[in-house]
């Protein structure tokens, strides 16, 4: 047994244990979406970038990787590819490992397009992540061999928003192109940063890590653009005309008359904001996670982690977590307020 092995054995793993090496940079908000960077000395240039890699389809539920680089890939968790060619769209399932200069086709990956044919050719794809509201069904089915094993789950999340209510992903992406373009142009990469916390309205909804400045460069935008991008649409859809200020945010006092008042209001507002978003970190740091080893490589050990309140992947060697990719659990997140009520006493 290797000690990637040993360390999979361990019982639990914290989210402080995740995000050991990492500090927090200043948060971004817009609108109800929070961000919060993590940033790393931590550089590890072992990792090439997912952008730079091979990528096609042999058969349906199949997606084929290639690494023509001498560096190790990391598949990112949920990873797909919606293209021009008329060829049948595919996603992952799962989180993966692909030796340097080798290649691996991973048949448990899924259709996102139903009534297409075709493969796609083998080339540089630009890549998405699937919806947050896709992400967790996915990863629940990582095991099967199943093409259309998505279909439905996308079906009801077009029909949610508004979309054609088929498997098909791209017709949410077509009707709501120009709100996720606008959304991933309003939150910016920082240098040494290698990922973040996520909140929606004040609460935590993702935890993203990655090995390396350039992988992190190359991933955040098809995070922010398609998989929390599409989880602040549909929050908004959600509220309809009922529309409030984010949770923290407070109305400006109307006594304020002059721009430096209204600069230090508005600072002090995005102060205290910030302040409740981290205490809403500050009480998961300690909570342990279940761990389901998956694959091993030569030195490197893929896991999926559950938690009551979040699931999701992650990528380590030895002790070093290299990758997490966590999110919110759905019924969790509907059932918030019942789990944050207080404590009946007397």
């Given at each position: ?10 019982k ?5 244990e ?17 961000v ?5 000395d ?12 091979q ?16 560096q ?7 990873v ?28 448990t ?13 083998k ?58 373009d ?9 240098p040494?940063q ?24 190359a991933?955040?935008?098809a ?11 549909e ?18 006092d109307?006594?304020v008359t ?10 002090d507002a995005?102060?205290a ?30 896991e ?27 019924q969790?997140?509907k ?12």
């Amino acid at each position: 047994m290797n000690l990637n092995q040993l360390f999979s054995r361990k019982k639990g793993i914290t989210i402080q244990e995740l995000l050991k090496g990492t500090s927090i940079g200043r948060m971004q908000s817009v609108g109800y979406m929070q961000v919060i960077p993590l940033l790393s000395d931590l550089d590890d240039d072992r990792f090439v970038s997912p952008n730079e890699i091979q990528v096609g389809t042999g058969s349906y539920g199949s997606l084929f990787f290639e690494n023509p680089t001498d560096q190790l890939l990391i598949v990112p968790a949920h990873v797909g590819y919606v293209i021009e060619q008329r060829a049948q769209d595919h996603a992952m399932a799962h989180a993966d490992i692909v030796d340097k200069r080798s290649d691996k086709t991973c048949d448990t990956a899924m259709c996102i397009q139903e009534s297409q044919g075709g493969y796609m050719d083998k080339g540089k794809h630009k890549m998405l992540i699937l919806p947050f509201s896709l992400r967790e069904i996915a990863l629940n089915k990582r095991k099967e061999k199943k093409y259309s094993k998505l279909w439905e789950s996308i079906t009801q999340f077009n029909k949610n928003l508004g979309a054609k209510p088929k498997g098909h992903l791209e017709y949410f992406l077509k009707k709501f192109k120009k709100e996720l373009d606008e959304f991933v142009a309003e939150f910016e990469s920082l240098p040494r940063q290698v990922g973040a916390i996520i909140l929606l309205d004040g609460e935590v909804v993702g935890i993203e890590r990655t090995p390396s400045y350039s992988y992190w460069k190359a991933i955040w935008p098809a995070l922010i653009r398609e998989c929390y991008g599409s989880l602040a649409i549909e929050y908004q859809t959600s509220m309809g005309e009922d529309l409030t200020l984010p949770k923290g945010r407070v109305a400006l006092d109307e006594n304020v008359t002059t721009l430096p008042e209204l600069r230090k209001a508005l600072e002090d507002a995005e102060a205290a904001m910030e302040e409740m978003a981290k205490e809403k970190i500050r009480g998961l740091l300690t909570d342990t996670f279940e761990r389901e080893m998956e694959q091993t490589h030569s030195i490197l050990t893929l896991e999926t982690l559950t938690h009551s309140q979040f699931v999701g992947q992650i990528i380590h060697e030895k002790e070093n977590i290299l990758y997490a990719s966590m999110i919110v659990k759905q019924q969790w997140y509907k059932q918030r307020a019942w789990h944050q009520a207080e404590p009946f006493v007397v």
